[in-house]
């Protein structure tokens, strides 16, 4: 981890172009406010194509609400990126696409920390109809494929990483962050490639990055009601099929995906009992994404 400095500490360290935009110097842009969970912030660069992409990458948490805090991407002339947050040095990266790639990551960490008061899961979710539908896993289940199929296919996104469920009425709530594909999941969504503008270029990285409202039909969800949890399970060469899951495989399934339960204490405990009663629970191991697919939609049409 990067020690954390003063902007001010460094700012001899670095190149600050000549520049003034709406009486703000240095920055050529600046995102609208953006929210995502609890926490409120924006994003200014010096690089103006660097702004307008994460901009576009970052536009479903578009919000009217003023932000809080300040991500700020200063480009130098050796092609290196420096990273702020508020006026805290990140770190400096290699490369536009790599500071892409890290803002994405740390946005992650700080939506954690802005909001302690929600219980928080590795998770992904999606949206039918008044259904929320949970998909706990780690890194490595294919639960951001199969997000990205069933966005695809119309189920409205709330998140492929992080999800948060409320003290009350185990309502989701939606973190619109944008998917992240890995290449293992390029043949198999092949049609979600994002299609960049040539100055945009530089800053594709190894992931596809796709904003939600580039996905399909469904697009972005809204806040809705737990009623499924499904934990998708990749095994390649294997069959796909679904397992109903007991109550306390579930319960233990989401406490060891879960992200900050232990600071809940044991409300934490008993919102995440209530969340697995009022839910159906099941397990997914998936070889083929088309029949993963059908399955899903097989349990939301009982």
């Not at 890290?102 to 909001?115: A, G, P």
């Not at 397990?283 to 939609?297: G, H, Q, W």
Request: aromatic content about 6%; some cysteine.
């Amino acid at each position: 981890m990067s020690s954390v400095v003063s902007l001010f500490e460094v700012s001899e360290d670095i190149e600050w172009p000549d520049v003034s935009v709406g009486g703000a110097p240095y920055w050529t842009h600046r995102t609208p406010p953006l929210q995502g969970l609890s926490l409120h912030f924006a994003v200014q660069c010096t690089d103006r194509e660097l702004g307008l992409y994460l901009q576009s990458l970052l536009s479903p948490l578009r919000v009217d609400s003023p932000e809080v805090h300040v991500y700020s991407l200063v480009s130098q002339s050796d092609g290196a990126v420096n990273m702020f947050f508020n006026d805290a040095w990140i770190d400096r990266l290699p490369d536009p696409s790599t500071a892409v790639d890290r803002l994405l990551q740390d946005l992650n960490q700080k939506v954690v920390e802005e909001s302690p008061e929600l219980l928080l899961f590795h998770a992904g979710g999606l949206q039918s109809g008044d259904v929320g539908i949970l998909l706990p896993a780690p890194s490595g289940s294919g639960k951001s494929t199969l997000v990205a199929a069933l966005v695809r296919d119309g189920l409205g996104y709330l998140s492929d990483e992080l999800m948060a469920v409320t003290s009350s009425g185990a309502q989701l709530l939606p973190y619109q962050k944008p998917l992240a594909l890995k290449s293992g999941s390029f043949e198999l969504l092949c049609e979600l490639k994002p299609v960049l503008a040539p100055a945009w270029a530089e800053f594709a990285g190894e992931q596809w990055h796709v904003p939600a409202t580039q996905v399909g039909t469904g697009s972005v969800g809204q806040a809705c009601t737990a009623g499924l949890v499904i934990l998708p399970h990749y095994i390649r060469g294997g069959s796909t099929s679904l397992r109903r899951l007991h109550r306390a495989e579930t319960f233990l399934s989401l406490a060891v995906n879960s992200v900050n339960i232990d600071a809940h204490g044991g409300q934490g405990a008993q919102l995440l009992g209530d969340l697995v009663e009022q839910c159906e629970c099941y397990e997914l191991e998936m070889s083929d994404l088309n029949e993963a697919c059908r399955l899903v939609f097989s349990l939301l049409a009982n």
